[in-house]
């Protein structure tokens, strides 16, 4: 047993291990880098980066290939085994131990990043303000509930929860705060509702003259706009049908339990530690043709009864409590001059961001140790042979 311990050990710990995996790295840069063109960003991002085991299509054939998760996880399990635990403790390897502590660190980074960080975005005109952003991609499902005072409670329900509703298998939201149960059904990444005339033979329901039409997933998955069918179930087993889409006006409403309930299929929302009100938008133009040079926004950041000013702009993004909000587009594209603009901000809270900057210090510490005492070693081999 010990002696296989030793050969594992030893494999982990190899160079040639290192070598492959930073070839597979490369390799599936490359194949994602090419597969961009026909699926988009955000599905190359999770069939190579956010996978384990991938399938890549050449031709007729599928060739399986390990994603980078797991080149990654091995590519850290090599890093602590050949270059942390088996390194020799001496002066001379001080650098190199820092330097490879730098680099699993940044590693870490990148995997608190994939996992526990938020992305999404924040659109303003000058005078709106927000107090949450929202997913480019993920959607929830929301029951409102009227409180009183034109208020309204929010019961959320995860993309998680609803996102695989077929016809035949319905997925059934019940909560005991509710006084009916939801029915989910022939949810659709990406559709949009058309009347049914007499032409169209559908084979999904049609409420009040009208059906979802299933659309082809957009190659940019931000574009997409879902859709799903909900049945209110109520306690004495009335039904109420209705149709939910990513970009309706008004949401589905049913009464129950004396209240006027609201459903809606909107993509998912995550509260900010602040206010933030859009002041000022300026877009600053090259000379001579109407391309913008520079933009930025100036807002005014509310927490609590404080307030202060800020300016966004493309190169200064706002961080605060763990919120970075960067300056990412303004519109729309074909606004005339007077036209009202808007600004639209991308926000990450990632609770790593700052870990890349400390880890590229360590790194930058340990490889100053090790070069420094490589060219002090130098310098003392030249002087003693003069």
Request: proline content about 6%; aromatic content about 10%.
């Amino acid at each position: 047993m010990s002696s296989i311990l030793r050969r594992t050990i030893g494999v982990l710990s190899s160079l040639g291990l290192s070598c492959i995996l930073l070839l597979l790295l490369g390799l599936l840069t490359w194949l994602g880098t090419l597969e961009q063109v026909h699926t988009g960003l955000y599905e190359v991002q999770r069939k190579y980066f956010e996978s384990f085991v991938l399938l890549h299509d050449v031709g007729p054939f599928s060739i399986p290939l390990p994603g980078a998760n797991l080149v990654l996880c091995l590519l850290f399990v090599n890093l602590l085994v050949g270059g942390v635990v088996r390194l020799r403790r001496q002066r001379s390897t001080i650098g190199v131990l820092i330097t490879h502590l730098g680099i699993a660190f940044l590693l870490v980074s990148g995997f608190v990043k994939a996992y526990y960080s938020e992305d999404g975005h924040v659109t303003l005109f000058e005078g709106q303000r927000a107090d949450h952003f929202q997913s480019y991609f993920r959607w929830e499902l929301v029951i409102l509930e009227p409180i009183g005072d034109g208020r309204v409670r929010e019961h959320l329900v995860t993309q998680e929860e609803f996102s695989d509703a077929t016809d035949g298998d319905p997925v059934t939201i019940a909560a005991p705060e509710l006084p009916f149960d939801l029915e989910v059904t022939h949810v659709t990444p990406n559709c949009e509702p058309l009347p049914k005339g007499p032409m169209f033979d559908v084979a999904v329901p049609v409420i009040d003259g009208v059906f979802l039409q299933a659309r082809a997933p957009s190659k940019e998955a931000e574009a997409n706009i879902a859709g799903a069918y909900v049945t209110v179930v109520q306690r004495d087993g009335r039904r109420d049908t209705g149709i939910l889409w990513g970009a309706q006006a008004a949401p589905f409403t049913v009464q129950a339990a004396g209240k006027s309930w609201a459903i809606d299929l909107r993509k998912e929302r995550y509260p900010m530690p602040f206010t933030l009100v859009l002041d000022e938008f300026t877009k600053e133009d090259h000379p001579r043709i109407d391309m913008p040079k520079s933009f930025s926004s100036d807002v005014t950041v509310i927490e609590g009864t404080t307030s202060r000013d800020v300016r966004i702009s493309m190169n200064e993004p706002l961080r605060d409590e763990g919120l970075v909000l960067y300056q990412a587009s303004w519109g729309p594209s074909n606004a005339r001059p007077g036209d009202p603009l808007f600004s639209t901000f991308a926000v990450v809270r990632n609770p790593a961001d700052q870990f890349p900057l400390y880890a590229c210090i360590v790194i930058a510490t340990g490889l100053v140790l090790h070069f420094t005492r490589k060219l002090l070693r130098h310098i003392r081999t030249e002087a003693a042979r003069t």
